[in-house]
């Protein structure tokens, strides 16, 4: 975790120490919360998607009349759910994922829609695997989750107003999170979509109003 935090302050600082040689450069500091829906691609046994918590806070710096780039600290939940009826043979099974994740995102705003896409690079904070009234198919301490989660973003939201917006994201890993699985046909990733939203707290990096900004 604290190697992820550095990164994201390191990113901070270096996204502001460019937007200090703009003079037109706004910055954006906001908090966000929402919920997603995410699965894992992998297992041998019949899953259905998880609701998960994510929240967080952001840093956006205005690129230009429509671009922005915006880095974010959050945890999110993921991972997979299982099924109360028509149950797998191995009984009804989970797993929660919880990650810090550091995403950087370049944005397109066009009116009052954005679109957004980019890299992510999340570390695991606390992950496991349930069954209710069965056993797993096999030994679980062989097949780890990995530590780290490379993924890629790619979304879209609507601005209210100066203060609120609402985004929708999907999410995909790049690179398995664990080993493959006995008898699996693919390899385990994290994906899932995201419906969050976000409170912006405005500041100017140049010490002084700015007549236009992308929102």
Same mark, same amino acid.
């Given at each position: 975790?604290?190697?992820?935090?550095?990164?994201?302050?390191?990113?901070?600082?270096?996204?502001?120490?460019?937007?200090?040689?703009?003079?037109?450069?706004?910055?954006?500091?906001?908090?966000?919360?929402?919920?997603?829906?995410?699965?894992?691609?992998?297992?041998?046994?019949?899953?259905?998607?998880?609701?998960?918590?994510?929240?967080?806070?952001?840093?956006?710096?205005?690129?230009?009349?429509?671009? #922005?780039?915006?880095?974010?600290?959050?945890?999110?939940?993921? @991972? !997979?759910?299982? /099924?109360?009826? $028509?149950?797998?043979? %191995?009984?009804?099974?989970?797993?929660?994922?919880?990650?810090?994740?550091?995403?950087?995102?370049?944005?397109?705003?066009?009116?009052?829609?954005?679109?957004?896409?980019?890299?992510?690079?999340? #570390?695991?904070?606390?992950?496991?695997?349930?069954?209710?009234? @069965? !056993?797993?198919? /096999?030994?679980? $301490?062989?097949?780890? %989750?990995?530590?780290?989660?490379?993924?890629?973003?790619?979304?879209?939201?609507?601005?209210?107003?100066?203060?609120?917006?609402?985004?929708?994201?999907?999410?995909?890993?790049?690179?398995?999170?664990?080993?493959?699985?006995?008898?699996?046909?693919?390899?385990?990733?994290?994906?899932?979509?995201?419906?969050?939203?976000?409170?912006?707290?405005?500041?100017?990096?140049?010490?002084?109003?700015?007549?236009?900004?992308?929102?």
């Amino acid at each position: 975790m604290k190697k992820l935090f550095v990164c994201f302050v390191m990113t901070l600082i270096c996204l502001d120490v460019w937007s200090q040689s703009k003079l037109n450069t706004q910055c954006k500091l906001g908090f966000n919360l929402g919920m997603g829906l995410h699965t894992l691609t992998g297992t041998r046994i019949k899953t259905h998607a998880l609701f998960g918590f994510v929240g967080g806070m952001w840093f956006q710096i205005k690129l230009g009349k429509f671009w #922005t780039v915006q880095s974010e600290l959050s945890l999110v939940q993921k @991972g !997979t759910g299982g /099924y109360l009826q $028509d149950r797998p043979t %191995f009984g009804d099974y989970w797993v929660t994922l919880s990650y810090f994740e550091v995403p950087i995102l370049f944005q397109y705003h066009k009116k009052e829609v954005y679109f957004e896409f980019g890299p992510a690079l999340a #570390t695991l904070r606390h992950g496991g695997e349930y069954t209710n009234g @069965g !056993t797993l198919p /096999y030994q679980s $301490d062989q097949y780890p %989750f990995f530590k780290k989660d490379f993924s890629f973003n790619l979304g879209t939201g609507y601005v209210f107003n100066e203060k609120w917006r609402v985004g929708l994201r999907l999410n995909h890993s790049l690179l398995p999170v664990r080993k493959q699985l006995p008898e699996a046909a693919h390899q385990a990733y994290n994906r899932g979509v995201v419906l969050s939203v976000s409170r912006q707290i405005n500041f100017k990096a140049s010490g002084k109003k700015q007549s236009d900004g992308v929102e």
